[in-house]
């Protein structure tokens, strides 16, 4: 049987403000900081390290109607055809990110991504994917987030692999863990650091947590920041190494360059472990910059 070689990330579109900081924030008053301002959100930054790997990419989301043209270019420049809905009642979602070392703290504001529909996506998007990526930031805030069960069960009745990322383990809390998981209960890969496995799983062990959160997802990874990653499939776990750095820059947008890298991979056709040895490679190369893009 021959597989498209086409990836579909459907989510989140975000306005970063970037602020990096050396020294501890002071209260009332000013701390010195390096700021930076530039598109992002999850699933656009997934899509864009995608066209960097040379994968085709479709990618599907919201934005404030007055901001669409800008988003058309920078996503048609980075080598991702977009397919973006105009909203005219929310603005641009925009998310202020605080970096003190390897530490992010983030103030989001969802904006118009909470009315994104996939349903409304054409079926020959999914024909032509073998693989679909969605967040767990287009379920939390969606005024309606059962669409996102639709939408899975769409893809996978195409014959699309999907996979769910976690993303966020306060906002995991806030929704509900049980009722995220019937919400992607059909996603073929479950992608999710540490403190979300532990959350998701009730459990602190990594392995344990994958071995509970198998038993309702053929695959589950677990990224572990500095010390690798981790794959249940089929039973059993391989621990996938970090790639080493000489120096951490800027952990924004880790988590989706390596989505990014397990998507390359089951694009063409490799297991999700060679995958996973991918995305490492990937994730390294991005935490050596400032921002959440290539």
Same mark, same amino acid.
């Given at each position: 049987?021959?597989?498209?070689?086409?990836?579909?990330? !459907?989510?989140?579109?975000?306005?970063?403000?970037?602020?990096? !900081?050396?020294?501890?924030?002071?209260?009332?008053?000013?701390?010195?900081?390096?700021?930076? /301002?530039?598109?992002?959100?999850?699933?656009?930054? $997934?899509?864009?390290?995608?066209?960097? %790997?040379?994968?085709? #990419?479709?990618?599907?989301?919201?934005?404030?109607?007055?901001?669409?043209?800008?988003?058309?270019?920078? &996503?048609?420049?980075?080598?991702?055809?977009?397919?973006?809905?105009?909203?005219?009642?929310?603005?641009?979602?925009?998310?202020?990110?605080?970096?003190?070392?390897?530490?992010?703290?983030?103030?989001?504001?969802?904006?118009?991504?909470?009315?994104?529909?996939?349903?409304?996506?054409?079926?020959?998007?999914?024909? =032509?994917? /073998?693989?679909?990526?969605?967040?767990?930031?287009?379920?939390?805030?969606?005024?309606?987030?059962?669409?996102?069960? $639709?939408?899975?069960? $769409?893809?996978?009745?195409?014959?699309?692999?999907v996979m +769910?990322?976690?993303?966020?383990?306060?906002?995991?809390?806030?929704?509900?863990? %049980? /009722?995220? !998981? %019937?919400?992607?209960?059909?996603?073929?890969?479950?992608?999710?650091?540490?403190?979300?496995?532990?959350?998701? =799983?009730?459990?602190?062990?990594?392995?344990?947590?994958?071995?509970?959160?198998?038993? /309702? &997802?053929? +695959?589950?990874?677990? $990224?572990?920041?500095?010390?690798?990653?981790? #794959?249940? %499939?089929?039973?059993?776990?391989?621990?996938?190494?970090?790639?080493?750095?000489?120096?951490?820059?800027?952990?924004?947008?880790?988590?989706?360059?390596?989505?990014?890298?397990?998507?390359?991979?089951?694009?063409?056709?490799?297991t999700v472990?060679q995958a996973?040895?991918?995305?490492?490679?990937?994730?390294?190369?991005?935490?050596?910059?400032?921002?959440?893009?290539?």
């Amino acid at each position: 049987m021959t597989y498209p070689e086409r990836a579909l990330v !459907v989510g989140d579109v975000i306005d970063d403000v970037v602020a990096r !900081v050396e020294m501890p924030l002071r209260p009332n008053t000013d701390t010195p900081a390096r700021i930076l /301002r530039e598109s992002g959100g999850s699933a656009a930054n $997934t899509a864009v390290w995608l066209a960097a %790997e040379g994968v085709d #990419v479709d990618f599907v989301g919201r934005v404030g109607h007055g901001d669409a043209e800008r988003f058309d270019a920078e &996503f048609a420049a980075a080598g991702v055809t977009a397919h973006l809905e105009h909203d005219t009642e929310f603005a641009t979602g925009t998310i202020v990110i605080l970096v003190e070392g390897a530490i992010r703290s983030m103030l989001s504001d969802r904006g118009a991504n909470v009315e994104l529909d996939p349903t409304r996506i054409p079926l020959v998007l999914l024909e =032509s994917a /073998r693989v679909v990526h969605l967040t767990g930031y287009s379920i939390f805030h969606h005024h309606t987030p059962e669409v996102m069960s $639709t939408f899975i069960a $769409t893809a996978q009745s195409v014959g699309c692999q999907v996979m +769910v990322d976690a993303s966020s383990a306060g906002f995991l809390q806030d929704f509900g863990v %049980e /009722r995220f !998981v %019937e919400l992607i209960a059909g996603a073929d890969i479950l992608r999710c650091n540490e403190d979300e496995a532990a959350i998701l =799983s009730g459990v602190s062990d990594v392995p344990e947590a994958l071995r509970l959160l198998a038993l /309702r &997802f053929p +695959v589950v990874v677990a $990224t572990l920041g500095s010390e690798g990653a981790l #794959v249940w %499939e089929d039973g059993a776990l391989t621990a996938i190494p970090a790639t080493p750095i000489e120096a951490m820059v800027d952990p924004t947008g880790a988590g989706d360059s390596f989505n990014a890298g397990i998507l390359a991979g089951l694009v063409s056709g490799a297991t999700v472990v060679q995958a996973a040895q991918r995305a490492a490679e990937i994730s390294a190369r991005c935490v050596t910059q400032l921002g959440a893009r290539p």
